[in-house]
Every structure is written in C-alpha cells, then in structure tokens.
C-alpha cells in the first residue's frame, strides 16, 4: 500500500482545509487509517483514527470536535476535515495505515506511512 496526502496549505484561525490520503493497492479497506502531525521542534502525534468499516472513530483530545476523520473505500482514500483552525494546529500531517486501531492509540505498529503534507495556520 502506497500513501499520498494531500490538501494541506496556509490558512487564518478559524478555517478549514480537508486533508485527503490516496492509497494504491487493493487490501486499502482491510487497514485502518489515521493521521498523526509532527510541529517544529515537537514530537509527532496522534490526530485521528478510522477503523476498516469506518464505524469507529478515535480523536486526540486537542482536536476532539473539530476534526472528522472519515474513509471512502470504494475510492481508497481517507479524509480529515479541520474545522476552526488554530495557529497550534500548524504541523506537517502524516497519514497511515495499520492493522488495527489500537496501533494508532498506542502510537507504533503503522505498516505503512505516507509522506506530510504542511498545514499553517495563521493568527
């Protein structure tokens, strides 16, 4: 499986921009999949979370009611919708796949990673 997000850019507090990750391979819809961000100078971590079915979301409480995570399987690609932007919010966003959700809540265990896509928000 092969990943590709998309969709980040410079955006003021209080927008949106939807994040997309494209994936190649036909076992996409048997994965979960989720983002994780990494600002400067800081650790990367977890975003948001999908199971295969899309029937389960998991959130980072710094983002819980802003962002929606969502996964289209007939086109291979999951989404993360980010609504009221903050200038804390600006990071390079990975997306990932693995093998169950609980990888992405335990932050290790990702089969496969996607190169980031830069998202700035400004005050």
């Known amino acids: 499986v092969q990943l590709q997000a998309s969709g980040g850019g410079l955006v003021q507090a209080g927008g949106s921009l939807r994040l997309s990750c494209a994936a190649s391979?036909?076992?996409?819809?048997?994965?979960?999949m989720g983002w994780f961000r990494q600002a400067p100078g800081k650790e990367r971590e977890f975003v948001a979370a999908?199971?295969?079915?899309?029937?389960?979301?998991y959130y980072a409480d710094s983002v819980k009611g802003r962002f929606t995570i969502s996964r289209d399987n007939a086109k291979n690609t999951v989404y993360l919708q980010m609504n009221s932007l903050k200038p804390e919010d600006t990071a390079v966003y990975y997306c990932?796949?693995?093998?169950?959700?609980?990888?992405?809540?335990?932050?290790?265990?990702?089969?496969?990673w996607g190169k980031g896509t830069q998202v700035t928000v400004s005050s």
């Open positions: 990932a796949a693995a093998p169950y959700v609980l990888n992405f809540l335990d932050g290790y265990g990702m089969d496969y």
């Open positions: 999908i199971d295969w079915s899309g029937g389960s979301t």
């Open positions: 391979g036909r076992t996409f819809s048997s994965y979960a």
